[in-house]
């Protein structure tokens, strides 16, 4: 990115936050599996939430952005309740949501998949600013996304929210299924994002990546929030953590 995007913006103490989650119920048809979660992301915050497979993890970043069936309780952005509304409107609040899946289109080039999606606030990023954050992407721009490896989908799958104007962005497992070389650059990124003062809310089940990258950890176990860990205190609470995980 170029130089000028580069300043640290540090995150004030006393910022209000940018999304708050309380009280959060959700459900698979009949399947309860949400159950009371909360917690606040501060702007330019990254946040992870940790748990073992089927804790409830994916089902949140599914009801903040308005795509499960049955959701219930509030999640504000900029102090603005979003729990009833579709997720239409609530990207257009500024909220970007990378799947576990990636949602590419397959069928379509990297410049196609980065140009297609609308804008919904001011300030995205350009291409150019996209090719320099992730320069493979500029090298297989004319490329079919079925043509692109793991790590390549999923900077494609970035690429394409940043483009949108999105400053919130939710990012299920970037990470999973990546050679190290790719984690390494996935982590360079979400660390420089960072600093352009993006909120990231990230699901990771790898907690020594989301500790390269993350302020807090919040642990989710059983569709409960159970402990929230600053990651300045993660090595102190190692044992209790991999319990927590099942590692």
Sequence with gaps: MPEALLAERPVPA???PLLSVDDLEGWYGESHVLH???FDVKPG???TL???NGAGKTTTLRAIIGILGR???SVTVKGVEAIAMPSRLIARLGVGYVPEERGIFASLTVAENLTLPPQVKPGGLTLKQIYELFPNLEERAGSQGTK???GEQQMLAIGRILRTGAKLLLLDEPTE??????VEQIGRTLRMLKTEGFTILLVEQ???FAQTVADRHVVIEQGRVIDTIPNADLDANLGKLKTYLGV
């Design 14 to 16: 006393s910022a209000a």
């Design 36 to 38: 009371g979660v909360g």
């Design 45 to 47: 915050e990254v946040v």
């Design 50 to 52: 940790l748990g073992r």
């Design 71 to 73: 959701r219930r309780g």
């Design 148 to 150: 692109l490896s793991g």
């Design 177 to 182: 299924g990546l050679a190290p070389v790719i």
């Design 206 to 208: 790898n907690f020594r």
